[in-house]
């Protein structure tokens, strides 16, 4: 589909760490970050935290809701809805958030 080196990494959910996951990915997944590789939890790498939920935040708070199914629903509609072009800028920017972290030695860059 692309050509474009890429590499795989899990967040850390449990699931994610199972012997039987480690063992699938070592088998399918080319590239992928092993458990013992996978750097300390860094809000600062992880897009979700450092952009898309505020992204999400913005449009799904605007106005207030009187129930959290009304919630939940302007929020799938913002995730269905988000352009492409916020991912593209927030995946583009990931490379200069992971230098500045090691230039910080691991510590927090915001």
């Keep these: ?28 997944v080319p590239n992928f ?10 809000p600062d790498l992880n897009p979700l ?3 898309i939920w505020s992204y999400i935040e913005s ?7 009187e129930s959290v199914k009304s919630l939940k629903r302007v929020i799938k ?6 352009p492409d072009e916020v991912v593209k800028r927030v995946v583009d920017s990931w490379p200069g958030r992971f230098q500045a972290c090691v230039d910080a030695q691991g510590g927090y860059i915001e």
């Design 59 to 65: 449009i799904a708070c605007a106005k207030p809701h």
């Design 77 to 82: 509609k913002a995730w269905d809805e988000m």
């Design 33 to 42: 970050i092993t458990v013992a590789e996978w750097p300390p939890y860094s």
């Design 49 to 51: 935290d450092y952009s």
């Design 1 to 28: 589909m692309y050509d474009v080196e890429w590499v795989y990494q899990q967040d850390s959910a449990p699931s994610h760490k199972v012997k039987a996951t480690q063992r699938w990915l070592r088998e399918n």
